[in-house]
């Protein structure tokens, strides 16, 4: 009768099992499923309790997302169902294993009783995904755990752990563990019954407003403004529970509704939801399935103690993993395992580590200055300086000592990694593996697989990279591969348009108006103009037909301005504020009239298209030369590297809302309109004509 839900009689209970792998998504099936057991334990007279769990699975993890973006809702909705089930006349006792999240603890809230299990994670993470609680959430929490509480559980979107959950009435048991969660909740039924209690306890917070202070959302909201600056969803959730505390459930109830289905139809919950789901799509690369054996890294070499080895040996350590550091001078060596001190001792200090727990990472550490002490290492991660020179000696040397079968990575971020794999005999061991400073807190990982890199080896290194906490992305092998490719035509326009009229405060500020974390001329400021520099290096032979090209940043560099490490750059600081610097304005303007370029007054859009188109260009001729393998995985790497907003779902996304027709047409405007240098950075990419051509409105290869 049932595909999805286990029904069980077990005397006067009827235990209803959530069988829906993964994670109990409350799809359509499921919710018409549980509705009907609802029903039938409902109408059966031997019964007299219900018990609800998750059959072998968590308890549920929501709404299922993919049903977001379908038609209507399938009935039974899910707040429909929800309220027919608060609506019980038998006692019904959520047993929560796992994960209750979103409309998962909505469910579990319709119930009247909840236990949970000492693993269990419970919450509300709609916001995350610019929505807020749509059945029930909103109008339940506040009368179980009080207003202000449920509103900082809904902003926050954090899972509570099960002792909070009982602390603030929640959870009304704890099992004594997962194991025996069913027993237990069977348990708490039938003590139930024996009680004589109710189906539906009195709410402990009846009337939750009543406790708040007259103006306590207009004041909340006030408190807010800079964080929620451009985000809708908060403002939604305190309308919803502004009606929770001045309406009955049943005024309350529809109003949630509305306000969910506005959050749902928001171009930032569909971008927040794209996101969510590209991330689980950038794990899955053609040709590679579950079964594919991976190498197993037991110990991992880094070589390199500057900044970014240092940080790439944390994030091992931080696993548990033991790490052998090596440098070549025995200084440089002492200085790199001391800043790994530090930075530990920091977190320790911020109380999210033990003195212990420093003792015990540092202890996974050893440092040496002998490569022989390498030869045992599974996987081998190069963080040395940025050239082929170097790079050729470090492998060269690491194809002699190394194990068969050891992984030698690369954590270029533009070198070529099939040149790298050319320096070692065994090109199908050698990947890259692009960390982003600093390595042990950025969670991006790109993921270059060489012409010959091995499907084994890729796989362990997407497995590995997530056991680490990153946010693995595949590249192919190019200039820059996803990232730093794109970030060179997207800083570029914001450096020609110095020179043509725009001044960096002005650049910066369209894109910091936009929602980026940065301006791109302020973020070369922070990374330093002198990596932007050499960076470019491999570039600048190819790029002297633009005599324009970066020359303001060139003659900063030349006068040793490279940004807030040498108090000046593209602006001046002095401490923590940021100036203007007349001397950058001369300079571009100097620079103009050398090479005859016009100086004019340039518009907040001019500056937008500019930058952002030859972004979106470059992302779709990425996607177009197969180095990354959908657009999802780009957007992922300019919202998670690059502060690209969310909100706006990364860029190729962005393009799609901005329309493909108007990139187009923006790129071929700007093709003509600035003459040669037009006619040289304007092409548009060709997948992005084709695509218009054809009437598309996304983004995907052809
Ligand atoms: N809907 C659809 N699919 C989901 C899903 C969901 N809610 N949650 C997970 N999946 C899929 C996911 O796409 C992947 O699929 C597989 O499950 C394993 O997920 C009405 C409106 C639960 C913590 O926001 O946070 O309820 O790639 O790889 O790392 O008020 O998934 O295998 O094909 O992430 O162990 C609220 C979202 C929804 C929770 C598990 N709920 N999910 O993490 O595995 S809105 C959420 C997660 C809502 C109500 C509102 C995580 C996880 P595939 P995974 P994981």
Not at 35 to 46: E, G, I, L
Not at 663 to 674: F, K, S
Request: proline letters at 5%; a negative charge.
């Amino acid at each position: 009768m049932y595909t999805l839900i286990n029904y069980l009689l077990d005397n006067e209970l009827a235990l209803i099992g959530l069988g829906r792998a993964p994670v109990n998504a409350l799809g359509h099936t499921l919710r018409q499923e549980l509705q009907a057991a609802f029903r039938q334990a409902s109408a059966d007279p031997a019964v007299k309790a219900m018990v609800v769990y998750g059959h072998g699975l968590p308890f549920s993890a929501g709404a299922d997302l993919a049903e977001f973006d379908g038609a209507a809702f399938a009935t039974p909705s899910l707040p429909d169902l929800l309220i027919e089930l608060a609506g019980s006349d038998k006692p019904m006792v959520a047993a929560i294993g796992g994960l209750a999240l979103g409309g998962g603890l909505e469910l579990a809230m319709a119930c009247g009783y909840r236990i949970g299990e000492s693993k269990a994670r419970l919450g509300l993470p709609e916001i995350t995904l610019g929505l807020l609680p749509g059945a029930g959430g909103t109008q339940r929490l506040p009368r179980l755990v009080g207003a202000e509480t449920a509103l900082d559980i809904i902003l926050s979107g954090q899972p509570l752990r099960p002792e909070r959950a009982l602390e603030l009435g929640l959870l009304d048991r704890l099992a004594a563990s997962a194991d025996t969660l069913l027993d237990d909740a069977r348990a708490y039924a039938r003590e139930l019954l024996q009680a004589g209690a109710p189906a539906q306890p009195a709410a402990p917070h009846a009337a939750p407003g009543d406790a708040l202070p007259a103006n306590y959302f207009t004041a909340y909201t006030a408190g807010k403004a800079s964080q929620w600056k451009g985000q809708l969803a908060p403002h939604l959730v305190i309308e919803a529970v502004r009606i929770a505390c001045e309406q009955p459930l049943e005024v309350g109830l529809p109003r949630e509704l509305e306000l969910f289905v506005e959050a749902m139809e928001s171009p930032q919950s569909k971008a927040l939801r794209h996101l969510f789901f590209a991330e689980r799509e950038a794990a899955k690369v053609p040709g590679i399935d579950a079964s594919l054996p991976l190498r197993p890294i037991k110990k991992v070499a880094v070589i390199g103690a500057g900044t970014m080895g240092g940080g790439i040996a944390m994030n091992f350590v931080n696993i548990g993993m033991p790490v052998v550091l090596l440098e070549q001078k025995r200084e440089a060596l002492d200085r790199g395992l001391a800043q790994i001190r530090k930075n530990y001792e920091i977190t320790a200090k911020r109380g999210k580590l033990t003195q212990e727990q420093v003792e015990q990472r540092m202890a996974l550490l050893a440092g040496t200055l002998d490569y022989a002490d390498l030869a045992d290492a599974d996987l081998v991660i190069e963080a040395v300086f940025e050239s082929m020179e170097v790079k050729r000696q470090v492998f060269a040397t690491l194809d002699e000592v190394c194990k068969p079968g050891a992984i030698l990575a690369t954590n270029t971020s533009t070198l070529d990694v099939d040149q790298i794999a050319a320096f070692t005999r065994r090109p199908q061991d050698v990947i890259g593996l692009h960390f982003f400073s600093p390595a042990n807190v950025m969670r991006l990982l790109e993921v270059v697989r060489g012409k010959q890199t091995a499907l084994d080896v890729l796989a362990t290194a997407l497995k590995l990279g997530k056991q680490i906490g990153k946010l693995p992305v595949v590249s192919g092998v190019c200039y820059g591969f996803i990232g730093n490719r794109m970030l060179e035509p997207y800083a570029r326009e914001a450096h020609r348009l110095l020179l043509e009229g725009a001044t960096p405060a002005q650049v910066d500020r369209v894109l910091t108006d936009l929602g980026l974390a940065m301006g791109v001329l302020s973020m070369y400021d922070l990374v330093g103009i002198d990596v932007g520099y050499l960076i470019r290096t491999p570039l600048r032979e190819s790029l002297a037909s633009d005599p324009s090209y970066y020359r303001v940043s060139d003659e900063l560099y030349a006068l040793g301005r490279l940004g807030q490490k040498t108090g000046r750059g593209m602006y001046i600081y002095e401490g923590r504020e940021r100036q203007d610097d007349p001397e950058v304005l001369a300079i571009a303007e100097r620079l103009a009239a050398e090479l005859g370029i016009q100086r004019r007054e340039i518009t907040d859009q001019e500056i937008h298209d500019r930058c952002l188109f030859a972004l979106i260009n470059e992302g779709i001729q990425i996607l177009d030369e197969g180095i990354a393998l959908r657009a999802g995985d780009i957007d992922l790497v300019w919202t998670c590297g690059y502060g690209f907003p969310t909100v706006l779902g990364g860029p190729l996304h962005y393009a799609e809302d901005l329309g493909l027709e108007r990139v187009l047409a923006g790129l071929r405007q700007y093709r003509a309109q600035l003459g040669a240098y037009g006619e040289q950075w304007f092409q548009p990419a060709a997948l992005l004509e084709r695509l218009v051509a054809t009437g598309q409105t996304r983004i995907n290869k052809q």
